[in-house]
């Protein structure tokens, strides 16, 4: 069936370094993308979006590429802090507005 | 920050008891949506609605039921809970006006002894 998923489900980095967090989805019909932020506790919380259009968009310190011919999407946050220890989701939209949401990747920040 | 609101945020109750988790919203969204999640992992569709007097069922079978009677407000109730149920479920809210990006409610963290 169609899925949403993630290539890595944990990833440590230094803080005031690069993140890079991937996703790859399988319907090639997708039309709208959304990363989504969860704390710990909390409800998932949106980072930014991206339309199958467009291959790059970028907000406040992330940056969300779409690549796809090998149907790969990936977010970058720049110069890490402490506050983006999150599990980070890629959500695919399937028509009708339903997403689905991927795996999960556990980002932690080391000082 | 979305105005959208679970209650209870935490609950732990009994086998065979029926219970209702509670979500609203105040920003006249018409799409509500009930996710059931496992700690760290995917969220799973279970219900949604589109609007007053509508409800679908979601991806995921589920033995619980919701009810749409007025737009702000989407519970989600269990009739006769058992430890199978115990997970959190999250509640979102979307609307044609902000992209349909769904904003999410905190969650309720269910425990069924």
């Known amino acids: 069936g169609e899925s949403v998923g993630l290539h890595l489900p944990t990833l440590s980095v230094q803080e005031g370094d690069n993140s890079i967090i991937n996703c790859a989805y399988s319907n090639s019909a997708s039309d709208y993308f959304i990363w989504y932020k969860q704390e710990s506790g909390k409800g998932p919380q949106f980072i930014i979006d991206i339309r199958s259009n467009m291959d790059k968009r970028q907000g406040q310190r992330v940056t969300v590429l779409l690549n796809k011919t090998v149907k790969h999407l990936s977010l970058q946050i720049a110069a890490t802090q402490p506050g983006d220890s999150a599990v980070y989701f890629c959500?695919?939209?399937?028509?009708?507005?339903?997403?689905?949401f991927g795996q999960g990747t556990r980002l932690t920040i080391n000082p | 920050e979305a105005d959208i609101y679970q209650t209870p945020r935490y609950l732990v109750i009994g086998t065979g008891k029926k219970i209702t988790l509670e979500c609203s919203q105040t920003?006249?969204?018409?799409?509500m949506y009930w996710y059931q999640q496992d700690p760290g992992m995917e969220l799973h569709l279970i219900h949604y609605s589109y609007g007053v007097n509508s409800t679908e069922k979601g991806d995921l079978s589920s033995e619980s039921t919701v009810s749409r009677i007025r737009t702000e407000h989407f519970p989600l109730t269990l009739e006769s809970a058992r430890p199978s149920h115990t997970s959190q479920y999250l509640c979102?809210?979307?609307?044609?006006?902000?992209?349909?990006?769904?904003?999410f409610g905190a969650g309720t963290r269910l425990s069924v002894l």
């Open positions: 959500a695919e939209n399937q028509g009708a507005q339903k997403l689905v």
């Open positions: 920003m006249g969204h018409d799409k």
């Open positions: 979102a809210s979307s609307d044609p006006r902000t992209k349909n990006i769904q904003y």
